[in-house]
């Protein structure tokens, strides 16, 4: 028997991939993916992050998917209530209490970013209308990281976009939303690509990519390409369980969970193929690049070249439509707990969910200048909420999820969410959450701590 979701569901499969697509394609796409692919030897780290796909993320997409069909609540309701179902311990709904503090303070970080992409768009449309725009793109990011007030406007900003996407619920909110962005950001990233062609250095940029160099692989790209997979994907925190809770039954987890990742991972590819022409274009090293590769290498590039304004707005207005659609879904879990749990409407609990994180954000706006002295574990105040929140607890999260999908949830529920799958395939995805998943994920903790 079917349970019904309190908030709504996804009008079709079209709409759940696009939502769940657009969850995954962020600022993990087209600023971390090209930097990690230029930091860990090119085409050797493209090959080892889609194995780490096949072989990590999708299971583990699957399973976070079918829990939440399952349950049909935000993920903490849903595990207490399998709990109470099936009789396992109701300690597994941690997945959940763990999910929603890593969506609350990734979001916090993930706004002022997606602010400053906000910021650059601005200065860019400024310059389409005679404006002085961007001449100096070291400086005009330094200027930006020292001036809380103008950080803290487009943190608000790009909150107040969230918050009101989300508080208009599942179909008038995030489904009208996606549907509307995911097209654009194809469109604008096609532009951008079109433009790397131009250039005449997109065969480099292709073999770049391309071309495995196996004596780079290394433990330590092992690792980079496993986290950037976690990462790219929205995996570890419970939010694709949020999603799945809106699922149509009908509608087929493993052929959505595909075309889910292969959007993810053909996204990430093309931001490359538009960013690296442009760099080797103007003879600028792809390596070591960070948050300056996209905010002051890129910009730079942009400045010297015909056209440059509106490259520079299409790509920032990329990031931002791309960042957009991914704190929908880390608002989203948060928002769907206080509905269910308290007397508060979606409206109110958005904005609650959404007050909340805005504060957090402080933290890491105020410690690029006020608090550039604080230092946590050697890390500025963003570093250390980015590394405790991705780097701990995601990897964490996806190691439970795991665990509980292969060795908790009754064998009947799992294969019952995942009729699509024949016997081989159902048992290779079982085994996989089972022992595989666990153990690689197990791997990457243990090296971040002795590491
Ligand atoms: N996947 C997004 C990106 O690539 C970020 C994101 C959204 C995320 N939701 C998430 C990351 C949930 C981890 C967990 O930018």
């Known amino acids: 028997m079917d349970k019904q979701s309190v908030h709504g569901m996804w009008s079709s499969r079209t709409a759940f991939i696009l939502a769940a697509a657009g969850s995954a394609v962020g600022l993990g796409n087209i600023w971390r993916f090209p930097y990690l692919t230029s930091d ?198 419970a939010g694709m369980m949020a999603y799945g809770a809106y699922l149509p039954r009908n509608v087929s987890i493993p052929h959505a969970g595909v075309a889910i990742a292969l959007t993810d991972t053909g996204i990430a590819l093309l931001a490359g193929l538009a960013i690296f022409p442009v760099l080797f274009n103007f003879g600028m090293s792809p390596t070591g690049g960070g948050p300056g590769l996209i905010f002051t290498t890129l910009p730079m590039a942009f400045a010297d070249m015909w056209g440059g304004v509106f490259y520079g707005l299409a790509f920032f207005g990329l990031l931002t439509v791309a960042a957009w659609t991914s704190s929908i879904s880390l608002l989203e879990p948060p928002t769907a707990y206080l509905v269910e749990r308290t007397e508060l409407t979606r409206r109110q609990s958005a904005l609650l969910g959404g007050a909340v994180v805005w504060l957090l954000g402080l933290l890491t706006l105020l410690g690029f200048n006020v608090w550039s002295e604080v230092k946590i574990g050697g890390r500025d105040l963003q570093g250390a909420i980015e590394f405790v929140a991705s780097d701990i607890m995601l990897p964490l999260g996806g190691l439970l999820v795991s665990l509980y999908a292969g060795w908790v949830l009754d064998k009947r529920i799992t294969h019952n969410e995942l009729p699509q799958l024949n016997e081989g395939l159902y048992q290779a995805w079982r085994w996989t959450v089972r022992v595989i998943a666990p153990l690689l994920v197990l791997y990457i903790l243990v090296n971040k701590f002795s590491g």
């Not at 961007?134 to 001036?147: H, K, M, N």
């Open 40 to 237: 860990n030897g090119g085409g050797a780290f493209v090959l080892v992050y889609l194995a780490c796909i096949a072989a990590v993320g999708l299971p583990i997409l699957f399973a976070e998917v079918l829990i939440g069909r399952h349950g049909r609540q935000s993920p903490i309701n849903t595990l207490l209530n399998l709990a109470r179902e099936t009789g396992h311990s109701k300690a597994w709904a941690a997945i959940g209490v763990m999910g929603m503090i890593s969506a609350i303070l990734i979001l916090s970080f993930y706004s002022v970013v997606a602010g400053w992409t906000l910021h650059y768009s601005w200065l860019y449309l400024q310059q389409l209308f005679g404006g002085a725009g961007i001449e100096d793109a070291g400086a005009t990011f330094g200027d930006l990281l020292a001036s809380p007030g103008t950080l803290l406007f487009w943190h608000s900003v790009f909150m107040l976009l969230t918050i009101g996407v989300v508080a208009l619920g599942v179909e008038k909110g995030l489904e009208r939303t996606v549907r509307l962005l995911m097209p654009t950001l194809l469109i604008l990233l096609l532009v951008l690509v079109g433009y790397g062609i131009s250039t005449g250095y997109f065969g480099q940029a292709v073999a770049f990519l391309f071309t495995p160099d196996f004596s780079k692989v290394d433990g330590s790209v092992l690792l980079a390409a496993l986290g950037q997979a976690f990462f790219s994907l929205s995996l570890g925190l």
